[in-house]
């Protein structure tokens, strides 16, 4: 059992929270709890186990008092994987001269928590669960992390992987993006482009690690630069 706890802030914004994580595949192995801010370094000290936490930048209505607690936790070596929440406003760099493991941009995005649990859960061994594809009579079994965009063409679907494998298989787009995690953001009508690998976007394009270009429209420039901000990537 993994267990989340979350620093209250604003009644509204757990509650959205808490509907969405309850939403993820994984819901029934999480167990989902808050506490003030004033009592969060005690409640992490103690057990049960913490393993994720999720801190507002500002806690308890502090200036930076999400991320004073997280490097008082680190310093005390009781840090849990962090996931830190702020509104545009209240956005600061600071947060990278702490250890964590997302940014949560509020008001919170379904596809923004996915891809934010997605990725700590995987990094605490519970890893996105494995897409199924047919290609040439064959089943291939797709590991969402090994990927770095899929793009539609026709009836069929490339799996571009980093390490240069592409495969072909007849699917919709659309079905894929419900099956890939929260990390796959759909930037292009065609295309859906795993935030894990890229490096930078722009308006025209996202630059991946590989160096591939995947293309960016007009329509989803929006979700992609929330997606990028969140994940701490360059624009």
């Known amino acids: 059992m993994c267990r989340i706890l979350a620093i209250e802030d604003d009644e ?28 969060a370094e005690e409640r992490v000290s103690r057990a ?8 507002p930048i500002n806690a308890g209505g502090v200036h930076e008092g999400g991320i004073d607690l997280v ?10 994987l962090v996931i830190y929440t702020c509104t545009r406003e209240a956005y ?10 997302y940014l949560l941009l509020t008001p919170f995005s379904p596809v923004e928590v996915r891809a ?30 090994e990927v770095q965009f ?27 993006e419900k ?17 894990e690998h890229v490096i930078r976007g722009c308006r025209e394009a996202l630059t991946m690690t590989t160096g591939a270009q995947v293309p960016v429209s007009q329509r989803q420039y929006r979700a992609v ?7 701490g990537r360059q624009e």
């Not at 914004?13 to 009592?39: S, Y």
């Not at 899929?150 to 894929?176: I, M, N, P, T």
């Open 150 to 176: 899929v793009q539609s063409q026709g009836r069929k679907v490339l799996v571009s992987y980093v390490d240069g494998r592409e495969l072909y298989a007849y699917a919709a787009l659309s079905d894929l």
């Open 48 to 55: 049960p186990h913490v393993d994720i936490l999720v801190a």
């Open 225 to 231: 630069r929330d997606a990028l901000a969140a994940a």
């Open 179 to 195: 099956q890939l995690p929260g990390s796959f953001v759909r930037c292009h009508k065609s295309y859906l482009a795993n935030m």
């Open 12 to 39: 509204a914004n757990i509650d959205r929270l808490q509907t969405l994580i309850a939403g993820h595949p994984a819901w029934a192995t999480l167990q989902f709890e808050c506490c003030g801010a004033q009592v």
């Open 92 to 101: 600061t760099s600071a947060v990278y001269s702490t250890r964590h493991q």
């Open 71 to 80: 490097r008082k936790l680190d310093a005390d070596r009781a840090l849990p």
């Open 116 to 145: 934010a649990l997605d990725k700590v859960l995987g990094m605490i061994g519970r890893v996105a669960a494995p897409v199924m594809l047919r290609s040439g009579g064959s089943t291939h079994v797709i590991n969402p992390h």
